[in-house]
T-cell receptor, first 111, second 114 residues
Framework: RKEVEQDPGPFNVPEGATVAFNCTYS??????FFWYRQDCRKEPKLLMS???SGNEDGRFTAQLNRASQYISLLIRDSKLSDSATYLC????????????FGTGTRLLVSP | NAGVMQNPRHLVRRRGQEARLRCSPM?????VYWYRQLPEEGLKFMVY????????ESGMPKERFSAEFPKEGPSILRIQQVVRGDSAAYFC????????????FGNGTRLTVT
């Protein structure tokens, strides 16, 4: 089983739609969680951290469910500029500190 | 210099040659990570280094690949005797302390092996 699993998509949605991505992780010792965004052929950039209580940043809401070991990202009112690949990232320390990236979910927002 | 600097941006090598990829972390960051991204695939962890130390190289192929982060100068990822399968984007990231601080990525080096 992969350490971090994501639905690769692509998710094709019209502008203004709400879209949600899920991510599951296998290591229960995982401590911190993040969503990164990667545009085509560019470097990943931090979108937001994910806290146990859930957190919101504008149109983006992240949730963490430790019991079920999954993380979600909700994007409301999708914009064309949201088209990108969204990477779920899990940090844990089992011997070494490690950030593990999921393979990403691709989002395509169309006019 | 505000960010992680990688060079070259693009590197073309023939099969059998050596590739050297350089990464200068953000100012004040002493922890460097290398990731590889094959076309249409996700980021794969390769190696985690601190100054003069390899902390975790569990993602590095056992042969032909090596990495260093000397006391002075950039971190170097070295690939000897490159093969076509090494063609990928190689990203370097840095963090100040190796904890769960968010990583700052460089623009990457795109290696093409002909």
């Amino acid at each position: 089983r992969k350490e971090v699993e994501q639905d690769p998509g692509p998710f094709n949605v019209p502008e203004g739609a709400t879209v949600a991505f899920n991510c599951t992780y296998s290591n229960s010792a995982s401590q911190s969680f993040f969503w990164y965004r990667q545009d085509c052929r560019k470097e990943p950039k931090l979108l937001m951290s994910v806290y146990s209580s859930g957190n919101e940043d504008g149109r983006f809401t992240a949730q963490l469910n430790r019991a079920s070991q999954y993380i979600s990202l909700l994007i409301r009112d999708s914009k064309l500029s949201d088209s990108a690949t969204y990477l779920c990232v899990v940090y844990y320390t089992t011997g070494f500190q490690k950030l593990v990236f999921g393979t990403g979910t691709r989002l395509l927002v169309s006019p | 210099n505000a960010g992680v600097m990688q060079n070259p941006r693009h590197l073309v090598r023939r099969r059998g040659q050596e590739a050297r990829l350089r990464c200068s972390p953000m100012k004040g960051h002493s922890h460097v990570y290398w990731y590889r991204q094959l076309p249409e695939e996700g980021l794969k962890f390769m190696v985690y280094l601190q100054k003069e130390n390899i902390i975790d190289e569990s993602g590095m192929p056992k042969e032909r690949f090596s990495a260093e982060f000397p006391k002075e100068g950039p971190s170097i990822l070295r690939i000897q005797q490159v093969v076509r399968g090494d063609s990928a984007a190689y990203f370097c990231a840095s963090s100040p302390d190796g904890t769960d601080s968010p990583l700052h990525f460089g623009n990457g080096t795109r290696l093409t092996v002909t």
